[in-house]
């Protein structure tokens, strides 16, 4: 499963464009949706950029994390402290919550460099279901707010641009998600990322090699955390409002599902795996107050019997198919 | 003082149902290496079923082996169609299944019994134990029912043949399969058994924490932690360390940093445990052969 996602033959240029031709889409959304999809789109996209932190750190270098919403509440709640509080811009809440999470994500990471797999895994729940306690806490109360949690304002559009407040922030988070994902590009294809892979398919022979494999996995979940943090940061401000009870075990697990259907190890499959948990639960939400639940659990199970490489899988494999069968035409 | 000794026995009450919880995660992990992150939430359910039958008239201690019997049989079922195709997948498959079911089982918890907080019924009688003011009848009797859970295991795995070829398929599958045992139903057994002791643990807490879908959630945490504490592949071990913990729990809890970071203690501890002595108090220390 985790060998297949990791290098589809594809050439970087069809996926450049590719990525230029979703992103004009993306940007033409702006103009054709308004309101509350606008705001659903947001945050896809805030959702996609800490998704793409978790693979980061499970699917290209094989740490689990079941516990990443709570770098998503640390990002959250950075940024709804910096700009309720201390009244700073938003636009600098966004790196500034990226930079806690980095550090906040390398200092779990280097206790965690003990834990191999599971227990980290087990470490990690611990983690996701501890964090609104956490946030709860009372001596932090005067920064956090509680469990009343802080109400904060979107921005307008500057340099009097006639856009309302959602189709300037979806703009912002387009840019911010863009910028990340060229970022994460960057590295997985970098030596750096080639490291990473090598830890998560052989940490001994990946050592012996010389690579420093402490370095590059507290590192590793200090970049995840970096990435998710942002994503958590881009979902404060779309929301308006940071409570303890948003960043649930719940939140934790989604971004597992999340992951899962788009693909472990999988850079794109994070905008599909973004999609599906925004939407599926409130599609659920129709059945039962509990449907959700259960629609991830069965998701999970599903795609790890029948399509363990989730969507982006499902791609490389139809792709696949069709140069099969057009090889047998032309021979 | 005396309201000391009142808190170090409460912990050690909710430590028996932590040191049962914390047994049918060790009974699942001593057979096939895996972290079964949805006992929590099989007991759970296994508990509104006992509630179910109550409601329906029968007497607690009809509904509650009728609830191990049910939990025994459906645990097992579950090793034999989710978990045994599983065997050689990789870590992350594993831990992915376990979340899913951990889900559904939430989900159709939710939906079955609804998620509003019920009351749930304690065998034991609301009144302080023999009239001492230091334990209630409840208290006493989970640790009762802990104490006698262990003692039957050990009676069954130390003392009847059928004990002895689970330990066998547990500590060498390939050997045992040689030597005729049929593995598979082992395991299935190993993770009936799992349930079962799962079920009990939930039993005894819902009177304490009440009845809902969630109940569950922070009670793994600790038997997480007690398990870790204890050493993860030693029975003993789980024991001992889920009545540390919970001794550890109300204490900490109490005097240190205050109940509504109790869990947070949890969290440490794993923490803690994992770095300082990944085996575990009682755990045999693993050596990786390169």
Same mark, same amino acid.
């Given at each position: 499963?985790?060998?297949?996602?990791?290098?589809?033959?594809?050439?970087?240029?069809?996926?450049?464009?590719?990525?230029?031709?979703?992103?004009?889409?993306?940007?033409?959304? %702006?103009?054709?949706?308004?309101?509350?999809?606008?705001?659903?789109?947001?945050?896809?996209?805030?959702?996609?950029?800490?998704?793409?932190?978790?693979?980061?750190?499970?699917?290209?270098?094989?740490?689990?994390?079941?516990?990443?919403?709570?770098?998503?509440?640390?990002?959250?709640?950075?940024?709804?402290?910096?700009?309720?509080?201390?009244?700073?811009?938003?636009?600098?809440?966004?790196?500034?919550?990226?930079?806690?999470?980095?550090?906040?994500?390398?200092? $779990?990471?280097?206790?965690?460099?003990?834990?191999?797999?599971?227990?980290?895994?087990?470490?990690?729940?611990?983690?996701?279901?501890?964090?609104?306690?956490?946030?709860?806490?009372?001596?932090?109360?005067?920064?956090?707010?509680?469990?009343?949690?802080?109400?904060? %304002?979107?921005?307008?559009?500057?340099?009097?641009?006639?856009?309302?407040?959602?189709?300037?922030?979806?703009?912002?988070?387009?840019?911010? %998600?863009?910028?990340?994902?060229?970022?994460?590009?960057?590295?997985?294809?970098?030596?750096?990322?080639?490291?990473?892979?090598?830890?998560?398919?052989?940490?001994?022979?990946?050592?012996?090699?010389?690579?420093?494999?402490?370095?590059?996995?507290?590192?590793?979940?200090?970049?995840?955390?970096?990435?998710?943090?942002?994503?958590?940061?881009?979902?404060?401000?779309?929301?308006?409002?940071?409570?303890?009870?948003?960043?649930?075990?719940?939140?934790?697990?989604?971004?597992?599902?999340?992951?899962?259907?788009?693909?472990?190890?999988?850079?794109?499959?994070?905008? $599909?795996?973004?999609?599906?948990?925004?939407?599926?639960?409130?599609?659920?939400?129709?059945?039962?107050?509990?449907?959700?639940?259960?629609?991830?659990?069965?998701?999970?199970?599903?795609?790890?019997?029948?399509?363990?490489?989730?969507?982006?899988?499902?791609?490389?494999?139809?792709?696949?198919?069709?140069?099969?069968?057009?090889?047998?035409?032309?021979? | 003082?005396?309201?000391?000794? +009142?808190?170090?026995?409460?912990?050690?009450?909710?430590?028996?149902?932590?040191?049962?919880?914390?047994?049918?995660?060790?009974?699942?992990?001593?057979?096939?290496?895996?972290?079964?992150?949805?006992?929590?939430?099989?007991?759970?359910?296994?508990?509104?079923?006992?509630?179910?039958?109550?409601?329906?008239?029968?007497?607690?201690?009809?509904?509650?082996?009728?609830?191990?019997?049910?939990?025994?049989?459906?645990?097992?079922?579950?090793?034999?169609?989710?978990?045994?195709?599983?065997?050689?997948?990789?870590?992350?498959?594993?831990?992915?299944?376990?979340?899913?079911?951990?889900?559904?089982?939430?989900?159709?918890?939710?939906?079955?019994?609804?998620?509003?907080?019920?009351?749930?019924?304690?065998?034991?009688?609301?009144?302080?134990?023999?009239?001492?003011?230091?334990?209630?009848?409840?208290?006493?009797?989970?640790?009762?029912?802990?104490?006698?859970?262990?003692?039957?295991?050990?009676?069954?795995?130390?003392?009847?043949?059928?004990?002895?070829?689970?330990?066998?398929?547990?500590?060498?599958?390939?050997?045992?399969?040689?030597?005729?045992?049929?593995?598979?139903?082992?395991?299935?057994?190993?993770?009936?058994?799992?349930?079962?002791?799962?079920?009990?643990?939930?039993?005894?807490?819902?009177?304490?924490?009440?009845?809902?879908?969630?109940?569950?959630?922070?009670?793994?945490?600790?038997?997480?932690?007690?398990?870790?504490?204890?050493?993860?592949?030693?029975?003993?071990?789980?024991?001992?360390?889920?009545?540390?913990?919970?001794?550890?729990?109300?204490?900490?809890?109490?005097?240190?940093?205050?109940?509504?970071?109790?869990?947070?203690?949890?969290?440490?501890?794993?923490?803690?445990?994992?770095?300082?002595?990944?085996?575990?108090?009682?755990?045999?220390?693993?050596? +990786?052969?390169?």
């Amino acid at each position: 499963m985790r060998t297949k996602s990791s290098s589809a033959p594809r050439s970087s240029r069809t996926e450049i464009l590719l990525a230029l031709s979703i992103l004009v889409c993306a940007f033409m959304l %702006t103009f054709f949706v308004k309101g509350y999809v606008l705001f659903q789109a947001s945050m896809v996209l805030s959702y996609a950029i800490a998704l793409v932190g978790l693979n980061l750190l499970t699917g290209y270098n094989g740490q689990i994390s079941l516990g990443h919403g709570a770098f998503y509440a640390i990002g959250a709640y950075t940024t709804g402290i910096l700009m309720d509080r201390v009244g700073a811009s938003y636009w600098a809440c966004v790196p500034a919550s990226g930079l806690v999470c980095l550090v906040a994500g390398y200092a $779990f990471g280097m206790p965690a460099l003990k834990l191999q797999g599971l227990y980290l895994a087990l470490a990690t729940f611990a983690l996701g279901v501890v964090t609104p306690q956490l946030l709860k806490y009372k001596y932090l109360e005067s920064w956090t707010g509680g469990v009343g949690g802080i109400v904060l %304002t979107k921005p307008s559009a500057p340099f009097g641009l006639s856009l309302s407040d959602d189709q300037w922030f979806y703009l912002f988070s387009l840019v911010v %998600t863009a910028f990340m994902f060229v970022i994460a590009r960057n590295l997985i294809r970098s030596g750096t990322g080639r490291a990473m892979r090598a830890i998560r398919d052989h940490g001994i022979a990946a050592e012996s090699m010389g690579i420093d494999n402490s370095h590059y996995k507290s590192m590793t979940f200090g970049v995840s955390a970096a990435f998710t943090g942002v994503g958590g940061a881009l979902s404060a401000i779309s929301i308006q409002f940071v409570s303890p009870d948003s960043f649930t075990m719940f939140l934790s697990i989604s971004l597992l599902v999340g992951m899962v259907v788009g693909g472990v190890g999988t850079l794109w499959g994070s905008i $599909f795996g973004a999609a599906f948990i925004m939407f599926v639960p409130g599609l659920a939400e129709g059945i039962s107050k509990d449907a959700a639940w259960g629609i991830y659990g069965l998701v999970l199970i599903l795609f790890m019997f029948v399509m363990p490489g989730g969507v982006m899988g499902l791609i490389a494999r139809a792709q696949t198919a069709f140069h099969k069968s057009r090889n047998k035409g032309t021979a | 003082m005396e309201s000391f000794i +009142q808190q170090l026995v409460a912990g050690l009450a909710t430590g028996s149902i932590y040191a049962s919880l914390a047994l049918a995660l060790v009974m699942i992990y001593q057979a096939t290496h895996q972290v079964n992150f949805a006992q929590g939430e099989m007991a759970m359910f296994s508990t509104f079923i006992a509630w179910t039958l109550i409601q329906f008239g029968l007497p607690y201690w009809v509904a509650f082996f009728a609830t191990i019997a049910f939990s025994f049989v459906t645990a097992g079922v579950i090793e034999f169609v989710v978990i045994r195709p599983l065997h050689k997948a990789a870590e992350l498959s594993v831990v992915v299944v376990f979340i899913g079911l951990l889900m559904i089982y939430h989900s159709a918890a939710g939906w079955l019994f609804g998620s509003s907080i019920k009351e749930f019924p304690s065998p034991f009688s609301k009144d302080a134990w023999y009239g001492g003011q230091l334990m209630s009848s409840h208290q006493v009797g989970s640790i009762f029912v802990a104490l006698c859970m262990v003692a039957v295991l050990f009676t069954f795995f130390r003392f009847t043949t059928l004990g002895l070829t689970m330990r066998a398929a547990a500590q060498n599958p390939g050997s045992s399969r040689l030597l005729g045992v049929n593995v598979g139903r082992m395991l299935m057994l190993g993770w009936g058994l799992a349930g079962a002791i799962g079920a009990a643990a939930g039993m005894m807490v819902a009177p304490v924490v009440f009845l809902d879908p969630g109940m569950m959630m922070g009670v793994l945490i600790y038997a997480f932690a007690g398990a870790l504490l204890g050493g993860i592949d030693n029975p003993v071990g789980a024991i001992v360390g889920g009545f540390l913990v919970g001794v550890l729990e109300n204490l900490i809890g109490t005097y240190v940093v205050g109940t509504e970071l109790k869990l947070s203690v949890a969290l440490v501890l794993i923490v803690a445990v994992l770095i300082v002595r990944p085996a575990g108090l009682l755990g045999r220390r693993i050596v +990786q052969r390169v």
